[in-house]
């Protein structure tokens, strides 16, 4: 081992005890919006480690400031709690000695135990913060969850934050551009009726395929170096085959990592529900789901730095190379209030958001390096 500073050592030491956290945080079930057993459990664990001053917030954030009494240079060092899985019974981790699997594994729950350990050791360093730091396994990031944690701590610290980091997915990717998004579920109803009495009587499943016919022959908006999507994820409605429809809906989203195509699409959208409501035929409800804003103003240099510094410490812990991607992950929110953000990985696994998901046990401690040396740029 080259490694025999002061973080070296920890690493190499305490690989046992975040194996042990690990299988700790991922046998407490927590779906978006039912975090607080991760919550609570956090909030035991970094207390036990001697922090002070920790907070569970309304949103099932847990919160560790440390030095941020009466400043506003605070840096977020942030990993989320949630999982897409909706199971309230524990899952268990289970080992081949190579890959540890389990729902969640990797996304988030790697990525939030490192944090918690690296931010033992700055605990037990005694090393003082240069700026003040706020340490948060926040809530709410998978999906539905609408990224409700961040926008909380967002608010508690509103005009405060300089930079934010967030610690999720794998270190060959980072994720440095915003894709923000809009959600909706439309409802779609009309008359029906029998299928042979009341034949020709208006159909919501017919009158709610061809708004979708038409979501799907918008023109997508073309701007340089953006990507835009959209896509109709579900649908259903209707009683029986002898029925005429009297009820469908659907859920329907569009995404961008540019703010304008996003609105462009936002106006066609609503031109056809528009549209379709002027027909008088049946009646379209929508109601918005999901709001994941886009990039805002945000200093390009600053930004810039934090991305390029990030990669190089990447690349410099794994060995491998580090490519930079645009997606949807907890710093559109600091990042549409114009502070400069960054995703950073710390492990190398598969299938995310799948009930096979694994992650390679020999990541961990590239993991732990990476995120410390993230860290240790704000501390003295
Ligand atoms: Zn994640």
């Known amino acids: 081992m080259k490694c025999k500073d002061p973080i070296g050592r920890y690493i190499e030491n305490s690989i046992g005890e975040l194996h042990e956290l690990l299988a700790a945080l991922v046998r407490i079930p927590a779906p978006s919006h039912h975090e607080e057993a991760r919550a609570a459990f956090c909030k035991s664990w970094l207390e036990a480690q001697g922090a002070t001053g920790v907070y569970l917030d309304e949103a099932n954030n847990c919160v560790y400031p440390i030095n941020c009494e009466g400043r506003d240079d605070l840096v977020v060092f942030a990993a989320h709690t949630d999982t897409v899985f909706p199971d309230l019974e524990p899952f268990e981790l289970k080992s081949d000695g190579k890959r540890f699997y389990a729902p969640g594994v990797g996304d988030d729950t790697a990525c939030l135990a490192v944090l918690l350990m690296i931010a033992k050791f700055f605990l037990q360093s005694g090393r003082k913060p240069s700026c003040g730091i706020l340490i948060v396994a926040n809530a709410c990031e998978e999906g539905l969850g609408n990224l409700k944690g961040v926008r909380q701590i967002m608010k508690d610290y509103a005009g405060r934050v300089r930079k934010f980091y967030t610690f999720d997915g794998t270190y060959d990717e980072l994720v440095c551009k915003c894709v ?60 029986s085959v002898n029925a005429i429809a009297q009820s469908a809906k659907m859920l329907y989203e569009y995404r961008s990592d540019n703010a304008e195509c996003l609105s462009d699409m936002k106006a066609q959208f609503e031109e056809i529900i528009e549209q379709a409501n002027r027909s008088g035929v049946a009646k379209f409800e929508v109601r918005t789901i999901g709001v994941r804003p886009c990039e805002g103003e945000v200093d390009p240099v600053v930004l810039r730095e934090m991305i390029e510094d990030a990669v190089a410490v990447c690349e410099a812990c794994s060995n491998i190379p580090c490519k930079q991607e645009s997606g949807s992950t907890d710093c559109n929110v600091p990042m549409s209030l114009g502070i400069p953000s960054v995703c950073v990985g710390l492990y190398l696994g598969h299938g995310a958001h799948t009930r096979e998901e694994f992650l390679e046990i020999d990541s961990l401690p590239v993991g732990m390096h990476i995120c410390f040396q993230i860290m240790q740029k704000f501390f003295l």
């Open 180 to 239: 923000g998004s809009h959600r909706y579920e439309v409802e779609c109803k009309t008359v029906g009726g029998h299928s042979f009495s009341a034949f020709g009587n208006p159909n919501a499943i017919a009158e709610l395929a061809e708004v979708i016919s038409k979501l799907y022959r918008v023109a997508l908006p073309q701007k340089e170096g953006a990507r835009t999507t959209y896509n109709v994820g579900m649908i259903e409605g209707g009683t």
